[in-house]
């Protein structure tokens, strides 16, 4: 499916492009709203690479990520970045995550981005299931993800390595049955 769009009231994802690089550098590189992802920050040259694999992604067959930019719609600004990852290991199955500028935060796009994601995965790319991973200690992602519906598994233990230490995961998912469209 090339290409992505998809709406809310607020926001819509879109396929990134390479003007995107310093939008997306400005939430990658950023030590606050990296705290709880799964890496360090990034350099500009670094998302740059990672804004280039994703937009040679975008037109592979078949297509295995998703890797978007979150709009406001608005002021047609890039505040965030999300992302469906096809499982290999399960069938009709995807790993799904997503980062908002801190400025974005606490006004409800985290809520309005998860189920843009979770609606792209069960109605458009009829996926089973949609799972993903949050640091233990980012209660607002788990406060997100259980607003959208999702149900928290368990605790995936050692699971990243970040700053020298390995850190656990808690899991949160969907399946295809529990998804509820927006009205």
Not at 7 to 33: K, M, N, P, W
Not at 149 to 170: P, T
């Amino acid at each position: 499916m090339y290409p992505v769009q998809r709406s809310s009231q607020r926001l819509s994802l879109r396929e990134l492009t390479i003007d995107d690089v310093d939008a997306v550098f400005t939430i990658y590189g950023d030590q606050e709203a990296t705290e709880h992802l799964s890496f360090e920050p990034r350099t500009r040259d670094q998302v740059s690479q990672i804004v280039a694999r994703s937009i040679a992604s975008a037109t592979a067959e078949p297509r295995s990520e998703y890797a978007l930019a979150v709009i406001e719609r608005d002021t047609n600004t890039l505040i965030g970045y999300g992302r469906l990852a096809m499982d290999p290991h399960q069938q009709r199955a995807a790993t799904f995550g997503f980062a908002l500028r801190p400025e974005a935060w606490g006004v409800g796009y985290g809520l309005e981005t998860v189920r843009l994601l979770l609606g792209l995965g069960f109605e458009d790319l009829g996926l089973h299931r949609i799972w993903g991973a949050r640091s233990p200690l980012n209660e607002a992602s788990a406060k997100t993800m259980t607003a959208a519906g999702m149900v928290q598994e368990g605790i995936i233990r050692a699971h990243i390595q970040k700053a020298g230490r390995w850190r656990d995961s808690v899991v949160h998912s969907m399946l295809d049955d529990e998804w509820k469209p927006s009205v």
